[in-house]
């Protein structure tokens, strides 16, 4: 049903890549996944901008971020919302593009936490959704299908742990569990927000030795996408 789908929107004649938006909690494999198609020349992959989130003209924004939240996370968001755009915009001659996170999950996961929690208030998460609206409404942002890759908090805060990133010093379980609460209720259950594309979902608490199996399922829809 599903490849039948894609193979029907590819010989449209629409020329934009079949974009598809990689989800999942913090520590969920969102980056292994991405690294194992990489291989492939008919993709275009593109990591989070994490990167630049350490280094906005010299400022650790996310060190920023876990060091002083109250302070930090509108100027925080912000930025991920810009950095988000730039992604979902960036132009490729390849036939499928799959990008690491999105405006989206920013927007539905993160700030409706943040907000939650009264870490941002109303009148901020006002400003960053009136920027949302716009931005989602003014540039071609369209999602083809969600890749989610469904963990259960537990096995993400290992992972956590044993990746020892220096900013991730003081993400706690609850954090995770909160959060992968919002990606649940978003993609699986659908009960909050929109889902702006068809979501398949991946059980992402298999390791890495087992794991080729849950991404082979993706493949199979992507590579048809390229005959
Ligand atoms: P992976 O490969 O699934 O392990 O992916 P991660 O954990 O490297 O990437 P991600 O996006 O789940 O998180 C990277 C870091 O950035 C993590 O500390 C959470 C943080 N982060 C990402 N997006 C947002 C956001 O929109 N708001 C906030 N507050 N934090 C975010």
Redesign the pocket.
């Known amino acids: 049903m599903m490849l039948r789908n894609i193979s029907r929107m590819m010989t449209s004649k629409s020329t934009k890549p079949f974009t598809v938006i990689i989800e ?9 996944f991405l690294q194992h198609f990489e291989k492939y020349k008919d993709v275009c992959v593109l990591s ?1 901008p ?1 990167e630049m ?1 350490r280094d906005c003209a010299g400022h650790n924004l ?1 060190a920023n ?1 876990y060091e002083n939240p109250v302070k930090w ?1 509108f100027t ?2 912000s930025y ?1 919302q810009l950095t988000m755009l730039q992604h979902h915009l960036v132009a490729t001659t390849k036939p499928i593009k799959l990008l ?2 999105s405006i989206f ?2 927007r539905y996961c ?2 409706e936490k ?1 907000l939650r929690d009264e870490i941002l208030l109303a009148p901020s998460v006002s400003v960053l959704n009136e920027w949302f609206k716009y931005l989602i409404t003014k540039f071609n942002i369209s999602v083809d299908l969600i890749v989610y ?1 469904r963990t259960s908090p537990e096995v993400v805060y290992e ?1 956590v742990l044993a990746r020892n ?1 220096k ?2 010093k003081s ?1 706690s379980l609850q954090y995770l569990k909160d959060l992968h609460d919002m990606h649940e209720k978003w993609l699986f259950y659908k009960t909050a927000f929109s889902c702006p594309a068809h979501v398949l979902t991946l059980n992402a608490d298999l390791d890495k030795s087992t794991i080729e199996k849950e991404y082979q399922k993706c493949q199979d829809h992507l590579l048809t996408i390229t005959g």
């Open positions: 999942g909690n913090i520590g969920s494999g969102k980056t292994t989070e994490v989130w996310l971020l996370s925080f968001q991920v690491e996170r999950s920013a993160f700030i943040l890759l992972r990133r900013e991730e993400l």
